[in-house]
């Protein structure tokens, strides 16, 4: 009864610090299934994740969060306008930092995080997304525990 008293009480604070923010800003990513559906409810069911509000969630078997993306139809919707040039960026490549990309293009939208623990590739990963004046959408991927720099060669989507 302790625990989910204390469980309560933390999503009430949670929530008054959170008010106007959205799900995905909310969810944190030490969270799991169980702190979530305190805060959100029971999450429906999108193919192998579960959406709360704007955010869908996938989990570990046991019960941590191991990605969230926004949810969208059209990834326009949310991507973070920019005055910038795509061609000033298309030669970043892997190992260039998130600060230098965002000093050319402003600050992205973050549409995906992942939780990785396999060996191999275990760390933190991040998307972002900027759109242009013309539609275009650049995506980048970054590495988030060593250093904030780009995992995958940035991508434009026409």
Known sequence: MKKLLCAALCCALLLSFAAGESAYEQIGMASTLEEITLLFGEGEPVGEYLAFGDALCAFYESGRLTAKSLSYEDVREKAAMTQADFVKVRDFREGALLSELTDILGPGTEILRMN???????????????????????????????????????GEIA
């Open 116 to 154: 990785l623990s396999d060996e191999d590739n275990a760390g933190q990963r991040m998307l972002l997304a900027w759109q242009n004046e013309s539609g275009g959408v650049l995506e980048a991927l970054f590495e988030l525990d060593a250093g904030e720099w780009i995992l995958f060669a940035i």
